[in-house]
């Protein structure tokens, strides 16, 4: 697929997960995803600030196996369900391969690496951001 412009995505670190190949992990992280850890490149360390043991966050990737050529799939790999395009899916497979992962932290580590839980990502995926969960009582 031909693109039409660019923009630049710098990754700010990289999954390190027993999950090893595609198929090896759950279709989303509370399907028996593995903890994991984050290695944040020291560059970006100073960004963590704030993030503590307890938090939710939403770890952003660049699923750097996924086919970039893909419009429409069998939803969750299930060939009995109608073809649906990917951007009604959360399928890996997509023009951007923007992975988005909610995850609780099980410890921060000060020279860069989070422990996280429920993370699906495999092993050397590249972290192109991290985000908060906000917790609003109120939308007004």
Known sequence: MK?????????IGRVHSE????????????????????????K???????ITVGSTIIVLTWLHEAQRDV?????????????????ATRSSDRPNPVGLHRVAVLQVEPTGWL?????????KTPVIDIKPVLHRLNDS
């Open 3 to 11: 693109t039409t412009g660019g923009y630049d995505v710098l990754p």
């Open 71 to 87: 419009l429409r799939v069998h939803p969750r790999d299930d060939e009995t369900r109608p073809q649906t395009g990917v951007f």
């Open 115 to 123: 422990h996280v839980q429920g993370l699906e990502a495999i092993n």
């Open 19 to 42: 999950l090893s190949q595609r198929h090896q992990a759950p279709k989303q992280g509370s399907e028996g995803a593995p903890d994991a850890r984050l290695e944040i490149f020291p």
């Open 44 to 50: 970006f360390v100073a960004g963590l600030e704030g």
